[in-house]
């Protein structure tokens, strides 16, 4: 059975500075890993899909980065603001559409 | 946003008794499914559709049932509520688009307590 671990659990940092969040998962047969972001009492909202063949996806402050063959993938926010402050939320699916197992999620607050 | 919704959103029920929650999507994607969310186990896939009609177990799937008579709404159903299912409920969908799956779309999430 996959695992996904996110570390560290959670994470605090000043507004401005850039952050990395960090994805590990032990099987490396992968068709996708997708990032999301989750607010209290909320939803998951989409951040980043990554195919298996790519090695990474950017939008606007946000980079995700693949490396299957080590298991790992990694969250870059640059400049952090306030309003990032939720849980990321890292999802690998394995060999099948029933087969998407998610980490436990990296908690974020960012200090104005 | 993609369009998912979920109801009821919160539901307060007693132990024994069936429970239906319902999923509906506007977005006419073809993959369908139901995760619960747990402190400390984070999402776990309960059930998943492929297609009206065309279903099959997740991680999680015993003590639930679902069905998908429509592309648009996938139920899940919980026969003989217990409190080990005390959960928020998500639905998701996604699509496939030459042979790789797309990404999944979340609801916003049913709060379930069973007591």
């Known amino acids: 059975k996959q695992e996904v671990t996110q570390i560290p659990a959670a994470l605090s940092v000043p507004e401005g500075e850039n952050l990395v969040l960090n994805c590990s998962f032990t099987?490396?047969?992968?068709?996708?890993l997708q990032w999301f972001r989750q607010d209290p009492g909320k939803g998951l909202t989409s951040l980043l899909l990554?195919?298996?063949?790519?090695r990474e996806q950017t939008s606007g402050r946000l980079n995700a980065s693949l490396d299957k063959s080590s298991g790992r993938s990694t969250l870059y926010i640059a400049a952090s603001q306030p309003g990032d402050s939720a849980t990321y939320l890292c999802a690998v699916m394995g060999t099948g559409a029933n087969n998407l197992f998610f980490g436990t999620g990296t908690r974020l607050t960012v200090i104005p | 946003d993609a369009g998912i919704t979920q109801s009821p959103r919160h539901k307060v029920t007693e132990t024994g008794t069936p429970v239906t929650l319902r999923c509906h999507q506007t977005e006419n994607h073809r993959y369908m499914y139901w995760y619960r969310q747990d402190p400390g186990h984070g999402l776990r896939l309960i059930h998943y559709s492929y297609g009206v009609k065309d279903t099959d177990k997740g991680e999680v799937s015993d003590g639930y049932s679902v069905s998908r008579s429509k592309t648009e709404d996938f139920l899940l159903t919980l026969e003989s509520a217990t409190s080990s299912q005390t959960s928020v409920y998500f639905c998701a969908i996604s699509g496939l688009t030459g042979g790789s799956y797309n990404e999944q779309f979340f609801g916003p999430g049913t709060r379930l307590t069973v007591l």
């Open positions: 099987d490396s047969a992968i068709y996708n």
């Open positions: 990554i195919q298996s063949s790519q």
